[in-house]
């Protein structure tokens, strides 16, 4: 158990027969009335993010996340398959259970998946991630207003924004907390 003042970016609780993270947090001490603690919080189970306010005096009970590196196999159909680094036990993931985390896994790639007391909650990306452009349009020449990008769909059928100078058969890394360019690999 912590208390709601002690709550920090990145702490995993249970509140309400669900598993949260903190994303944000700010302690609000309005003129009159009491203080109170406005949270935004993920839902690990669901994915979903929500804002929540919590009087001061709450206690919650944290919840002890377990992370395993596991390695990213192959896809079949809708079920994505990884293996355990450590023991090559198997483990199977639904593309509903990873969402859109699923547009940034390629074979082989090596990700962390959390579990809470057996129960799997979903994978952990790196922040960054190198793919190859499979589809683009060449850059047309004299077209160089600021900042000028084009469509570019990547091995894993994600579609991101590049700069015109990226050309197909290119990698490129790609930030996996927004799906935006980074840089070239």
């Not at 995993?12 to 949270?39: C, M, R, S, W």
Request: hydrophobic content about 40%; glycine content about 6%.
């Amino acid at each position: 158990m912590f208390n709601i003042n002690d709550i920090k970016n990145g702490i995993t609780f249970l509140y309400e027969d669900n598993i949260y993270q903190v994303l944000e947090f700010l302690h609000v001490k309005p003129g009159k009335g009491a203080a109170f603690v406005k949270a935004k919080i993920k839902n690990l189970r669901t994915g979903a993010i929500v804002e929540k306010t919590f009087n001061t005096s709450i206690k919650l009970e944290k919840a002890m996340i377990e992370k395993k590196n596991m390695q990213f196999l192959y896809a079949n159909g809708d079920t994505y398959n990884f293996m355990n680094m450590e023991t090559y036990e198997q483990v199977e993931l639904s593309k509903a259970q990873l969402g859109d985390d699923a547009l940034f896994l390629k074979e082989n790639s090596e990700v962390s998946i959390s579990f809470y007391k057996g129960e799997m909650l979903g994978v952990v990306l790196p922040d960054k991630v190198a793919m190859v452009v499979t589809k683009t349009e060449p850059a047309v020449k004299g077209n160089t207003t600021n900042n000028a990008t084009k469509e570019a769909t990547l091995e894993t059928g994600l579609t991101v924004r590049v700069p015109l100078f990226i050309d197909e058969g290119e990698s490129i890394i790609v930030s996996t907390s927004d799906g935006k360019y980074v840089s070239r690999a």
